[in-house]
């Protein structure tokens, strides 16, 4: 069979999808990652992947633009006489499914990772493209033949919205990580660590960490709360890279690479996003390494949390709520443990790239071939 990728970016592809196209090229079949080029595409070779490059501008809304676009994806797939198309995120998903059709690919799968930003405010802006996002999804899940999706309310809302057909969708727990690398370290210290990884914006969280954070060292003098992750510049609800600096309650590191190793060094992780999240990686990640985890109670992240289980769920814009239950972990190392264990159990069960894979052969009709 042969198989088409597409994406926006080739470092989504490269990032989320490798292992799925991976596998499928260990079977023998035709994989082709389609997505402008950029710093990554030339290593798909490396696997046995064929790098399809085409044109897209990500931020336009311009018609003229967008039209340019599904023309660019439609020249580049045609050729290919692709079996099964599979899109990520919104422009692909949408621009892609149409190309799809019109070069005549038996079947268009769409991954819809979460509905984002636009869901999150209300302003006459973000209704006007939510509008437009639902009027369009409407007539894209109408012309592909699954959907995807990383969580269980997203699809409940398009359904009670009457968007989608609910025997087109399809859950799966995120796009998988490899528990044998994201497994729990030894410490090197003995120091309390409170760690946060997020994209420094404020429907993150960020601010309700940092109001915990003073809270709780003013209890806990020896605790150490840091924050790793960079504004993201041009998004209206980033938080500046000196207004971050200035916070005497947390330890700023900014963006950094070696993720592994801060979670291997932390004893808690806290994501309290009121962000309408896919299945957020950083969290999954955190469970792989064997942390509590302290989330809220919004879309994506209770996915990650069985409440008193492997960690504590909290109301989202809640910064005492979210103070008293890192507390509660603070107070007893015991409970630590007990939900990191527990959170390791559930990584590995639940977010094992292996099982992500299974799952999207599944999708396809391919079986697992060990």
């Not at 806290?270 to 990686?281: A, D, M, N, Q, T």
Request: net charge positive; aromatic share 10%.
């Amino acid at each position: 069979m042969t198989f088409g990728f597409l994406s926006h970016l080739d470092y989504n592809l490269w990032l989320f999808r490798l292992p799925v196209m991976q596998e499928l090229v260990r079977q023998g079949h035709m994989v082709y990652a389609i997505c402008p080029s950029g710093e990554i595409s030339e290593s798909f070779s490396k696997h046995g992947i064929t790098h399809i490059p085409y044109e897209i501008e990500r931020s336009s809304l311009n018609p003229v633009q967008e039209i340019r676009a599904i023309r660019n994806i439609y020249k580049a797939i045609t050729p290919l006489k692709l079996d099964i198309l599979h899109t990520f995120t919104a422009k692909p998903n949408i621009y892609g499914t149409i190309a799809g059709r019109l070069a005549k690919v038996p079947r268009i799968i769409n991954l819809v990772e979460g509905l984002g930003s636009f869901y999150l405010e209300n302003d006459f802006k973000s209704r006007a493209i939510r509008t437009l996002i639902e009027l369009l999804y409407t007539r894209i899940f109408k012309l592909s033949d699954t959907v995807m999706f990383v969580n269980q309310d997203d699809p409940t809302y398009l359904i009670s919205k009457k968007i989608i057909n609910p025997e087109k969708i399809f859950i799966i727990k995120g796009v998988g990580i490899d528990t044998n690398e994201w497994k729990p370290l030894p410490k090197e210290n003995e120091w309390i660590r409170v760690t946060m990884i997020a994209r420094a914006l404020k429907h993150k969280g960020v601010l309700e960490f940092i109001e915990a954070a003073k809270i709780l060292t003013k209890k806990f003098p020896k605790v150490t709360f840091q924050y790793v992750g960079s504004p993201d510049e041009g998004n209206p609800f980033s938080v500046t890279e000196a207004f971050m600096q200035e916070q005497s309650s947390i330890h700023y590191f900014g963006h950094q690479t070696n993720i592994r190793h801060i979670l291997s060094q932390s004893d808690i992780f806290v994501l309290p996003s009121f962000y309408r999240e896919g299945l957020p990686r950083t969290s999954m990640e955190a469970a792989s390494m064997g942390l509590p985890i302290v989330t809220t109670d919004v879309v994506g992240c209770r996915e990650t949390v069985d409440n008193g289980v492997n960690g504590l769920i909290v109301p989202p814009k809640d910064s005492l709520a979210l103070a008293e239950a890192i507390e509660h972990l603070l107070k007893d190392e015991n409970l630590r443990k007990k939900m990191g264990k527990e959170s390791r159990l559930k990584a590995v069960r639940e977010f094992d790239i292996v099982t992500i894979v299974e799952k999207h052969l599944e999708v396809y009709g391919l079986q697992h071939v060990r």
